[in-house]
Structures are given as C-alpha cells and as structure tokens.
C-alpha cells in the first residue's frame, strides 16, 4: 500500500518527463498513447530496483529511455492502444496553440537525428549536465560534450535548410 | 532557432506540462494489470498457434511414415519431420530473444546495443526459417502424395500447378526477405552510430 502510494508520487512528479519521451520517440498519437503507457509499466516493474539506487531521475530516464528503445519494434505494425483513460491522460489531448506547433517542428528537427543523439539532445533539454547525461547514456563525458557540438551544428544546418 | 532558443521553449513545455491533471493511483493501476494481461497474450498466441499446426503435422506424418514407399521418400518424410519440429523452435527462440529486455538495468546505449543485436539475430533467424519452409512445400507435396498412394505424375495438371506455386512462394519469399534486410540494415546502422 505504501509502495503504491510512493510509486504514483514519483510518477505524477515525472508525468512530465514520461510524456516528453513518447512524443519524441513516436510519430503518432496512439503509438506515443502506447508508449507512455509502456513506461508506466516498465517504471513500476522495476521499481524494486530502483529503491536500491540513490537517484530517481537516473533510474527514470533510463527507464523511459530504454523502453522507448524497445518499443521501437512495434512502431512499425499497427498497435492499439488498449487501456486509455482519457481523462485521466488529459494532457495528451492535442491542442493548436503556437508553442504547440513550435513544439512539432522541434519534434521533426530532432526526429531527422540518430537514436544516441535523441537521447542525449533529450537530456539536454531537460537541462541535465554533460556528466548526468554520461551517467545515463553510458558515455563518457568527453564523449557527451564532442556529440552535442556535432549535434548542435547538425540541427543548424538542418533548420537553415527549412528556411 | 539556436539549441538554447530550443532549450526556453523545450522548458516553457515542461511548465505546461506539469500544470495537468495527474494520474491517480487507481488509474495507475488499472493501467500496470492491464498492460500485464496484454504482456503475457502478446508473446504467446500466434507462436504457440503456429508452433500447435507444425507438431499435429508432424505427428500426423509419424503416424503414417510406415506408408512411404521407397528410400527416396521416406528420406523426405524425415527431412520434413525434423523441419515441422526445427521451425517452430526457430520462431520462438528469435520472439523470446526480441523480448528478454534490460530495461532497468542497462544504459541508453548498452540498450542500443542489445536492441540492435537482438534484432539482427531475430531477422537472421527469420530469414532461415523463410528458406526452410519453402524447402518443407516443395518436398511435402510429392511426400503427402505418395501417403496416399498416388504418384504426382498422375496428379492432373501438377506440373503446371506445382512450378506455378513454387514461383508465387519465391516471391512471397523475395519481398518477405526484403523486408528483413531493410530491418537488418536499419539495425546496423544503430550499431555504427554507437561507435562514431
């Protein structure tokens, strides 16, 4: 009971980060619905875990991360996406306001990047530092800090190029 | 747009984001048992359906082996045997494989790394299957006609039907082996942005 209690505190102060991630690794809604939903269950089975481990954004981020990794191989079939509590899940519900279509070309720009790179521009966003997101990735720091300057000047040329 | 303009707008989201409803802790749990329920049925319907067909017809052929007559079939009887008890484990090794994740415990590009490899198992292992069971049609028609007794010579029209069906399995086979190395070559390229 406690437990379950715990658990959705963390997911409801990580709604957020959830949320992000299957937007970014989906290009639709009921496959990014899918997703989000995915997570909840990857994050909850290993919760166990994650109770050994000292930080809960790591573990979240991995979590996430890596599910939408795997989920990879449904995306291309045409999946339904089952449980949806539409109230529950309100925020999905799509709106036209201009950050929303800002936010859709960000999508698109990054959606033209590789799999690491997603990651990692992802956690940059969510501004982590270059050894939280080595942490997570499982990259070096050295390493973190030359892939966001390449990917830095891939999306400038990308973006120039649209125009 | 700059990485950092991305960056304002990315925690302008974030803001509201965070200001929605919440997930309750009954809808949370509603959602783990269901996706619990549809986990288990997911891994399991079509492969153990398919893997059921090949062992009746493997057990089907046992039971009337003794009917083949000559050294030539009989030899095919058994090629076809071990392929219908072969195939299935083939398709449920390469699903289980796909499915065994590291989910909590791996890094993002550990998880890459056994995705991608994970896949390109899987589709090698498809491919080989592809190849087989077109090996299993071609051999079982002459082995299931000589069950019963009759000679695919004197089976009206074989050779125009059976040349006809090998061609349409081939392309069947063709675009379904396509497909498998276009996945093969999106898994690789994972693989080589892992190590740029």
Redesign the interface.
């Known amino acids: 009971m406690e437990d379950?209690?715990y658990?959705?505190r963390v997911?409801?102060e990580n709604?957020?980060i959830i949320?992000?991630v299957s937007s970014l690794y989906t290009n639709s809604r009921e496959d990014r619905d899918d997703l989000y939903?995915?997570i909840?269950?990857?994050l909850?089975?290993?919760f166990p875990?994650?109770r050994e481990q000292s930080k809960i954004s790591t573990?979240l981020y991995?979590?996430a991360?890596?599910?939408a990794?795997?989920h990879?191989?449904k995306s291309k079939r045409s999946i339904s996406a089952?449980?949806i509590?539409k109230?529950?899940?309100?925020?999905i519900e799509e709106d036209h306001q201009p950050?929303e279509e800002?936010?859709k070309l960000?999508y698109a720009h990054i959606d033209h990047l590789?799999?690491?790179?997603k990651?990692i521009i992802l956690l940059?966003?969510?501004?982590k530092n270059h050894e939280e997101i080595a942490?997570?990735?499982?990259?070096t720091k050295t390493n973190v800090g030359t892939r966001i300057s390449r990917?830095?000047d891939k999306?400038?040329t990308q973006?120039n190029k649209t125009n | 747009m700059e990485l950092e303009e991305m960056r304002a707008e990315w925690n302008k989201l974030s803001k509201k984001v965070e200001k929605q409803e919440k997930l309750t802790e009954e809808v949370i749990e509603k959602l783990v048992k269901y996706k619990y329920r549809t986990g288990l049925k997911r891994i399991s319907i079509p492969e153990y359906v398919g893997t059921l067909i090949c062992y009746v017809a493997a057990a089907w052929l046992i039971i009337n082996f003794g009917k083949l007559e000559g050294g030539i079939y009989q030899f095919f009887g058994a090629v076809i045997i071990l392929l219908l008890f072969t195939l299935p484990v083939i398709s449920l090794k390469s699903v289980q494989g796909m499915n065994r994740l590291r989910i909590a415990t791996g890094t993002y590009t550990e998880t890459i790394r056994d995705f991608a490899k994970q896949k390109i198992r899987f589709q090698k292992l498809q491919k080989i299957n592809v190849s087989l069971a077109l090996g299993l049609f071609v051999i079982s028609l002459p082995v299931l006609a000589n069950i019963q007794g009759k000679d695919v010579n004197a089976i009206p029209n074989f050779w125009v039907f059976f040349p006809m069906s090998i061609l349409l399995i081939l392309m069947f086979s063709w675009w379904v082996l396509s497909n498998y190395n276009n996945a093969l070559r999106e898994a690789e390229e994972m693989l080589k942005e892992l190590d740029h």
């Open positions: 379950k209690k658990f959705t997911i409801n709604e957020g949320y992000k939903q995915e909840i269950y990857q909850w089975k290993s875990t994650f573990w991995r979590v991360l890596n599910t990794i795997y990879l191989k089952g449980f509590d109230e529950a899940l309100s925020f950050e800002q936010l960000f590789g799999l690491v790179e990651g940059y966003l969510e501004g942490d997570i990735v499982g990259l990917i830095k999306l400038k973006i």
